[in-house]
Structure formats: C-alpha cells, structure tokens
C-alpha cells in the first residue's frame, strides 16, 4: 500500500518532471502563469536577450493592475512617465509572444487574484506560479499557487518549469462557526496573529474544518490569500461543490465532456485519509471576533475590544523594540483602547477583499448612514466586472450617495505604487492584507480588517466593532 499522501504532496508528485537531487529539489511543471506589467518587464527582457520564445503562450494570461490609476473614469492613459512605460511595454511584449492581456480598458481587466479565478483560467488541481506573492489565492480552488521572482518568471515562460524544493505541511482546521460580524478576514486575521508573521515560513498549508468548509469560494480566496502574510508559500483547500459550482460556465473552464472528465478527476483532489502533516494547529471559529491591526505586521493584530498591548511586557528585548517602533510610527499607545482610534481614510479595495460578495457586505452595513464628515472613504472593485456587478444592483449608487468615491479596479491604495497614495501622518482603516511601513504611503498608517469592518470605521469615522452598530 502506498502512503498516505496530503494534497500538496499530490501537487507537487503529479508535476514533477524529475528530481535533481536528494535535497528535496525538483524540475516541477507549472499549468499556469498570470503576469503583471509590473513585475514581468525583466523577465520579458531577459528573454529577448537570449533569443528565447514563450514555450507555451496560451498557459500565461497578463493583465494591468498594480501602477494604474484607478480615477472615477477610464481612458487608458497613464500621467506617470513610468507606470505608462511598464504598461505599454507589457503590451508589446503580449503582443511579440503571442500571451493573452486584459489591458486597462477590456472588460476582464482588474487585480490578477480577483480575475484569474473569475476567468475560470485557475482551475483545481492546477500547480500555478506569478511574480506576485498573492498568488497562494488560488488555494480556494484546490489550485496549488505559489509567488516567484523575476528570473524565475523568464525561466517559466521559456520552459514552463521551475526548479523548486518541496516545503513542509501544515493543517489548520477551523471548527465551529463563526459569529455574527466575523467573518473570513477575521479567520486568517486571527491565525496570523497566533502563529506569527512567519509562523507558517516553510510551510504549505491546507485549511480544513466545519468553518472553512461553511465559507463561500470568495471568503476562501480571502484566507489564502493572507496566507502568505504568515509566510507560507502556498496554501490549499481541497474543491468541493462550492468551487465546482464557481468555476462552472466561466469563459476559461472547460465545457461539454471536457468539464465532466475534468470533475471526476476534481472530486479526488483531497488528503488522503491518515495523511501526515509536520505541523497542526486549531482553531475555534465559535470564539473568534472582528480583527484589527495595530501595528505596522499583519501579526500585530487584536480583537476590535481589545486594548494596546505593552511593550515593557514583551520579554523578547528585540520583540520589544518592534512594537515600540510600530507603536511610534503609528502614533499609538499601549494600553489605549482599540475602538475609538480616530481615522482619516478608509479603503475597500484589493485582492484580499474586493469581490462582489464584499461589496454586498459592504452595501449591508452602511444601509442608509453616511461616512463620517472628516473620512475620505474610496471604495475600488477588485475587478472591471466586479464593478460592472455592483452597478448592476445598485450597490454602487448606494456607496456614492453614502459619501464613498466609486473608482475603476486596480490595487489601487493597497500599496503606494499609482496615484493613491497616502499622506504622511494619515490614518486608514483598509480591508487590504499589508500594513507595513509606508505601504499606503510614506509615514502613513494602516489599520487592517474585514472590509464590512472598514465600513462601520468609515460611518462612525474611528475603529468601531461592527457588532454594536
Ligand atoms: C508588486 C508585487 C511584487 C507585490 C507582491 O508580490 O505581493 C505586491 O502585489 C504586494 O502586494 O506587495
Ligand atoms: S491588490 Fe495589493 S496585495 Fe493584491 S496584488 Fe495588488 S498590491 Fe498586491
């Protein structure tokens, strides 16, 4: 009898071309590819040096993204001299080697994370990797994805391999239910927290659970995507139902006989029974409550009632050192009290929490109340048909007439890298998955959590638990 096997290890077995040695590295084949006009212009370089075509073109989708602006209207001009330069060029180089681009003004256009699924281009069972670290995403759909870096995307495109070492295996298994009020966010939120920001560093994860299980694709495409701010490099979930019935009729998925062989073989794409995992942690969704960052690591996070915690009780000299430092770059004190913390902006966007269920939770807490007077509040689709939804059921009027900007997609405010930008000082509550130092703009200061969350922060214009709205 052959061993148990987890799903990653079943990924991974069924790609790998050949092992290189006794380390654990492999010749791995990769299914898919998405490409961004941000991290590919090297690796597009690279390849024109040597000469090299794109093995397989139809296994890449390319889209814009991260440097466009993402202004009330569209017309695919960019101002800045730079951002107009990578996007053309990823342009040209979709064009030279035959790679299909959802550019600034097609209808597929938007963040990579929220498209590619939405596509139907990620399907389960698939070993996907991008210049994008986001892209463990892909989990939700029992797809293995996993971020990589500029030569690797050059080596990807001219061969359709990478070379790569297997990681360990980790389970979390959420039981239980959640609350009213909490939700995905709050999950992966609260398992950071608990584990570290690089508690899962060598591990691929796979969640399980009554709680994961009760999850819609979207709420799951949450979890892996903050997986990676643990520091996994990878995260799954086995398909079941749900991620059949999300990826049938999407323009990508195969149709006809080929949907009906591929759900056969979609429908094995588990751990096996007995499988053994290096590490197993557990979490009780029952006990979980609205999560809020504090500090400047996603692992700096609490319970919206909770207070700032001390850093003279941190016996870790370093670890004490760190939170001082976070508390002094956001303007915070230990001990003070969580709800209340005044805010100046607040942002619904990005590929953690911008898809249409968002928006409609979104769209439930602000009902008819409006955001605060002294709260800049912009709300950004995660993509142009996400948008085009919201418009559809009159969700985006309601936002605009609560007093949020209703913007094109794109990452947007997520990380300072377009037009939104952050002033210094400014304080933002984000449903986004990062709230480094300067990551919404240099010396601004973020606030993560659930973007229904961000919504009641907007409304009564500081940090507030949704639950006593
Ligand atoms: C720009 C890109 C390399 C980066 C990533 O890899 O995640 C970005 O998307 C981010 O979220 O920080
Ligand atoms: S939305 Fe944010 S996290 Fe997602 S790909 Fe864009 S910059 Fe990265």
Redesign the pocket.
Known sequence: MSQPRTLYDKHIDSHTVCTLDDAGHVLLYIDRQVLNE??SPQAFSGLRESGRPVWRPGAHLAVVD?VNPTAASRTGEIADAGGARQVAYLAENCRDFAIELFDLLDRRQGIEHVVAPEQGFILPGMVVAA????TTTYGALGAFGF?IGTSQIEHLLASQTLVYKRLRSMRVRVDGKLRPGVVSKDIIMALIARIGASGATGYAVEFCGEAIDALSVEARMTVCNMAVEAGARGAFMAPDQKVFDYLANRPMAPKGERWQQALSHWRQLQSDPGAQFDREVHIDASQLQPMVTWGTSPDQALAIDGRIPAPSEQADPILRQDMQRALDYMGLQAGQALQGIRIDHAFIGSCTNARIEDLRQVAEVIGRRQVASHVRAMIVPGSTAVREQAEAEGLARQFIEAGFEWRQSG?SM??AMNDDVLPAGARCASSTN?NFEGRQGAGARTHLMSPAMVAAAAIAGHLTDIRSL
């Open positions: 941000y991290t991260h210049g994008d670290s986001h971020g990452c997520c990380l990062r």
